[in-house]
């Protein structure tokens, strides 16, 4: 399990400046991942690819407010502004990504009733998306995260890359953060704690 994979979480539209739900300076990271993904032997992506009146979408839900918490039959959801909607230009990549060189995009937040922030598996922890599957089958036991947003989704797809067997590094350069009320420090620590290597 010597092989090496580069995984760019969600550097789309809608995370970028501009974007329904950008995080600050997301679109600074575009050089770097680049020059990540021209220098990796195997790259993978990551989608958000929401269903129009995705339940984790504070639209959905009567009075509610984009950042408010909500409990979900799978526990607790943040409510986020619509974003990422299936085949908008906010989905796509961001236009300076050299994305082409990706061997397998994996789309996410498909499934409207739950939300999926990991690559691995959708909120609830037991729906698998089928990336640990394909990265074992490639011979892949390492893999590198870059992307956004460091305490979302690069965070719990890092945090599951570790429960799955893999040795996981964060390039935190080539990631940017939201930062809820404090979330980036308490995801960095989690992901200390986990094992994952913080570059």
């Known amino acids: 399990m010597a092989g090496e994979a580069l995984i760019v ?4 539209n809608d995370f970028c400046p501009g ?27 990551t989608q958000d690819w929401h269903p129009a009146g995705h339940s984790s979408f504070a639209s959905s839900h009567a009075g509610r407010q984009p950042f408010e918490t909500i409990d979900m039959p799978y526990g ?42 990991s690559a691995f598996f959708e909120n609830d922890h037991k729906t ?3 990336l640990a599957g394909y990265l074992r089958e490639r011979g892949i036991g390492a893999v590198t995260f870059a992307g956004l947003a460091t305490d979302f989704c690069v965070a719990y797809s890092a945090l ?3 429960t ?8 935190l350069d080539a990631c940017r953060g939201i930062d809820l009320n404090g979330s980036v420090e308490a995801m960095l620590k989690r992901m200390r704690e986990a094992g994952v290597r913080l570059v």
């Open 9 to 12: 979480i969600d550097l789309q």
């Open 76 to 117: 607790p959801q943040t409510l986020w502004p619509d974003h990422c909607i299936q085949g908008s230009a906010g989905s796509d990549f961001h236009s300076g990504l050299a994305w082409t060189k990706a061997e397998l995009v994996i789309r996410k937040g498909f499934r409207a009733a739950i939300d999926s922030y």
């Open 19 to 45: 974007g329904a739900l950008a995080v600050v300076g997301g679109d600074e990271i575009v050089p770097l991942v680049n020059d990540l993904i021209r220098h990796a032997d195997h790259v993978v992506m």
């Open 128 to 130: 698998p998306t089928g």
């Open 160 to 162: 599951d890359a570790v």
């Open 164 to 171: 799955q067997g893999f040795e996981a590094t964060v390039r």
